[in-house]
């Protein structure tokens, strides 16, 4: 039925939203930092203050 085909398009669309924000969460979520914060501090004052212009 033609009637019909509007609420098709609308259910694929959230079902294939829902499916993508869930699939971005677990790919942003599941990476964890590796370095501590102390190496970071000392990374950020020494090489990235010292600029070659």
């Known amino acids: 039925m033609p009637q019909m085909a509007p609420m098709g398009w609308l259910s694929l ?8 924000i869930l699939f971005s969460m677990m790919n942003y979520y599941s990476v964890l930092p590796q370095t501590p914060k102390s190496q970071i501090s000392k990374k950020f004052s020494s090489s990235s203050l010292n600029w070659k212009w």
């Open 13 to 20: 669309f959230i079902i294939f939203s829902i499916i993508f």
